[in-house]
Structure formats: C-alpha cells, structure tokens
C-alpha cells in the first residue's frame, strides 16, 4: 500500500509551524494504513490525543469533548470535533481547511444529542466505502460508552473492530526527531530535580515545591521552553510515600522525613518521567538497605535492555536482585512512553513485567519504573531509557541515588 500523497496549500504552509516534516508525517500515516488493512478496517477513528498529535501534530486542550480523527486508506485524515476548535486545528494540522470539521456547540454535553451523530449524518453516512468495517480505540480513555452506543446507533449495518493500540503500536520506535525531542524532555526533568534538591527544607508547605517543581519544568532548559505534563507531580512524603500515586497537600515538610518525586520534562509533547527520592535527615537502615539493591537491580536490569531480549527479560534481570536481596514488588517495572496527554504519559503497549514478550528494537523508548512501596516509606529510582544497538542508553544524568539532605 502506497501512502497517500500529503498536499497543503501555500498559505497554510506559511503559518502552520508543525513539529515534524511532512514525510514523517506521509510515513506515520502510511504505517497506520497498513495496520488497518491487515485487519480488514476501512475506517479508523482514532479518539486518543496522543495518537491524533502523532498522525497530524494537533496540539490542543481540547479532548475534554468529543473530538477524533478520521483516517481511511485512500484521503488525508480529517480532524472532527467541537467548532470553536476548529481555528485550533487549522493553527497545528498538516491537513487543507477542507478537512476539518467542526460540529455546533449544541451538541456539547448535550442530554439528547451526541457529537457522533453528527460525525455519522455529516460525514461517514455519504461515503458508503467506510461503513464495511470501523475501527474504534475501545479501551481508551476518551472513548466513551455513549459514543459507541451513538456510533451503533446511526450505523446499524456496520461491523465494528476493537483498534485499541493499533496507532499506538505504530509509535513504538522513534524517529531521530522525536529522540531529539525526547532529549531536551532529559534536560529538564534533569534541572527540575536539581531545583528540588537545592530548595527542599524541612517546614516547606508542599504545594509551594510542587509551585517550584512546575516553574522549572515550564521555564525549561537549555533554551527550550518547557510543556505541561501528562501527569502532576507526585510528591508524597512518610506514610503517604507508601501510595504510589498521592499529589500534595498545603502541609509543611517534616524534618527526619522521605519524599520521592515522580515527575517528567515535557518538550513539544514528549515526555521523559524520571524519578529520585530525597531524604531529610538521617535515614533508616532499611531505606539504605533498599537503595542499594534497587540500584543493582537497575544496572542488571539496563544490562539486559537490548535489541533481541524482551520486556519480559528485562523484568526478571530486576525482580532477580531484588528478590535476593529482600525486597518483592508484585507491580511492573516499566513501560513504553514518548508523546502524551493527560491523563498518563505512556504509551499503553508494552510494559516490563513477566509474560510481556514483546521484543526490545533500536528506538524504542521506556520509563524504567523499579519503584518500592513498603510499610513505612516509599523509594523511586527511575530512569527514562533509549533502546540502541548496542543496549540501553539513560537519557538523563541525575545520580541514581537516594538524596540525603541533612
């Protein structure tokens, strides 16, 4: 299969500053085609943020309403969704104004219409050719029931197929482009927890680090300014470091005290999550006992991160130090990541845990997530990794450590 020619018109060219060239978007694009006719869709509307950017690089705090993406085997894709955001699309889509459609604003949060009513009656009903066999991204947070239930509705003789991660597999390996924007993501998460460790304090009221952690994130570095993330930051302290997934609260930083922080740098909607922990005061000798066997347990690991091996044998590298040495962690230790949207910054196809067989390619991007949660604290040493030829390359340069502030 051939892809589709991509033609945007002079005026457009001018005023649209998209993140990548044209022909990288003509081979994503011509990736996903092919995907989609491996399984017989004819159509495929893709509803993720993430997936919608990497196809045609729109970018916009839109997804809140139903919004998709309408990609067939023979046309550029068209971007539906509300109409005032339609002037959004124009400003960050490689597509012609023909190919975006807006739907009124009555059908917003509407009782008894649905925006997918008006994506069947306005665009899909009068092009027979699409209506064999759709795609839809079913277990995707953006997709909801009611717009499966409209979809059915206004399309009763269509054969649905279940695409969730059909895009999302498309974007496993990287391109040089999206490495160098991962790059800068390293140079901020980087600087971000520098600025933790140079400022944190016992009495410090945790929103007003959590203020700090997002200033150096969006201030960026190096010259390059930073995005929001796709998930705050996590920031809990003693007992509530035992929770993976605790934010802050307005309360002042206990002396003789544990916080990890789980943060990313974010450039042009690429994200670099990286973790480190930081302890105020003298810590116990069960959490030093720990940061020396998850640190073995991240270069055995590392060290099995290579093309060939699986994400599987990535895990066992790790789960077999830490098992030794004490520790379990029933949870994965890792997973794919790259451009995202809120809620999550990864990429939701394959993760580091036994029975995940996928193999690791050149290009490949992951958050390497060792992270423990015991009874009285919690620790996270993270790291963001690039598949290579030759292994597993960290993308930042934080010490893999526990931070000591006495």
Same mark, same amino acid.
């Given at each position: 299969?051939?892809?589709?020619?991509?033609?945007?018109?002079?005026?457009? &060219?001018?005023?649209?500053? *998209? !993140?990548?060239?044209?022909?990288?978007? /003509?081979?994503? @694009?011509?990736?996903?085609?092919? +995907?989609?006719?491996?399984?017989?869709?004819?159509?495929?509307?893709?509803?993720?943020?993430?997936?919608?950017?990497?196809?045609?690089?729109?970018?916009?705090?839109?997804?809140?309403?139903?919004?998709?993406?309408?990609?067939?085997?023979?046309?550029?894709?068209?971007?539906?969704?509300?109409?005032?955001?339609?002037?959004?699309?124009?400003?960050?889509?490689?597509?012609?104004?023909?190919?975006?459609?807006?739907?009124?604003?009555?059908?917003?949060?509407?009782?008894?219409?649905?925006?997918?009513?008006?994506?069947?009656?306005?665009?899909?009903?009068?092009?027979?050719?699409?209506?064999?066999?759709?795609?839809?991204?079913?277990?995707?947070?953006?997709?909801?029931?009611?717009?499966?239930? &409209?979809?059915?509705?206004? *399309? !009763?003789?269509?054969?649905?197929?279940? /695409?969730?991660? @059909?895009?999302?597999?498309?974007? +496993?390996?990287?391109?040089?482009?999206?490495?160098?924007?991962?790059?800068?993501?390293?140079?901020?998460?980087?600087?971000?927890?520098?600025?933790?460790?140079?400022?944190?304090?016992?009495?410090?009221?945790?929103?007003?680090?959590?203020?700090?952690?997002?200033?150096?994130?969006?201030?960026?570095?190096?010259?390059?300014?930073?995005?929001?993330?796709?998930?705050?930051?996590?920031?809990?302290?003693?007992?509530?470091?035992?929770?993976?997934?605790?934010?802050?609260?307005?309360?002042?930083?206990?002396?003789?005290?544990?916080?990890?922080?789980?943060?990313?740098?974010?450039?042009?909607?690429?994200?670099?999550?990286?973790?480190?922990?930081?302890?105020?005061?003298?810590?116990?000798?069960?959490?030093?006992?720990?940061?020396?066997?998850?640190?073995?347990?991240?270069? /055995?690991?590392?060290?099995?991160?290579?093309?060939?091996?699986?994400?599987?044998?990535?895990?066992?590298?790790?789960?077999?130090?830490?098992?030794?040495?004490?520790?379990?962690?029933?949870?994965?230790?890792?997973?794919?990541?790259?451009?995202?949207?809120?809620?999550?910054?990864?990429?939701?196809?394959?993760?580091?845990?036994?029975?995940?067989?996928?193999?690791?390619?050149?290009?490949?991007?992951?958050?390497?997530?060792?992270?423990?949660?015991?009874?009285?604290?919690?620790?996270?040493?993270?790291?963001?990794?690039?598949?290579?030829?030759?292994?597993?390359?960290?993308?930042?340069?934080?010490?893999?450590?526990?931070?000591?502030?006495?």
């Amino acid at each position: 299969m051939q892809a589709h020619a991509l033609v945007l018109d002079d005026v457009k &060219a001018d005023s649209v500053r *998209l !993140p990548f060239d044209r022909e990288e978007y /003509a081979q994503r @694009l011509q990736r996903t085609r092919q +995907a989609m006719d491996a399984r017989g869709i004819d159509l495929l509307i893709v509803t993720d943020p993430s997936n919608m950017n990497w196809l045609t690089g729109y970018d916009g705090w839109s997804f809140y309403t139903h919004q998709c993406l309408l990609v067939s085997l023979d046309q550029d894709p068209i971007w539906f969704g509300r109409e005032m955001d339609g002037n959004g699309a124009r400003r960050t889509v490689y597509m012609s104004d023909d190919h975006i459609v807006g739907y009124p604003d009555i059908y917003v949060q509407a009782v008894d219409l649905h925006p997918m009513d008006y994506l069947c009656a306005e665009l899909i009903a009068a092009r027979p050719a699409w209506q064999g066999r759709i795609g839809v991204e079913m277990d995707n947070y953006y997709f909801s029931a009611a717009a499966y239930a &409209a979809l059915q509705r206004n *399309l !009763p003789q269509t054969a649905w197929v279940d /695409a969730t991660g @059909l895009v999302n597999w498309q974007r +496993a390996i990287k391109s040089p482009r999206e490495i160098e924007y991962m790059r800068v993501a390293a140079r901020i998460v980087e600087r971000m927890h520098a600025h933790i460790f140079d400022i944190i304090q016992p009495g410090m009221r945790k929103n007003y680090l959590a203020a700090q952690i997002y200033m150096a994130g969006l201030e960026g570095a190096d010259g390059f300014g930073g995005d929001y993330p796709a998930i705050v930051p996590m920031v809990p302290t003693g007992k509530d470091a035992t929770a993976p997934h605790l934010t802050w609260t307005d309360d002042p930083i206990p002396s003789d005290s544990v916080t990890f922080f789980e943060i990313a740098g974010c450039y042009k909607r690429y994200h670099c999550p990286q973790s480190r922990t930081v302890y105020l005061g003298r810590p116990p000798e069960d959490l030093l006992r720990a940061e020396r066997v998850v640190v073995d347990g991240i270069a /055995a690991a590392l060290d099995k991160a290579r093309p060939g091996n699986t994400c599987e044998d990535v895990a066992h590298a790790f789960l077999n130090v830490l098992n030794r040495g004490g520790f379990n962690k029933a949870s994965r230790c890792g997973y794919s990541i790259g451009a995202s949207y809120p809620p999550d910054w990864g990429e939701r196809t394959m993760s580091f845990r036994a029975g995940d067989r996928s193999v690791l390619m050149p290009g490949m991007t992951f958050h390497f997530m060792p992270a423990l949660w015991e009874k009285d604290w919690g620790l996270e040493i993270t790291e963001a990794i690039l598949i290579t030829s030759d292994g597993a390359e960290p993308l930042c340069r934080t010490p893999r450590k526990l931070f000591v502030k006495d």
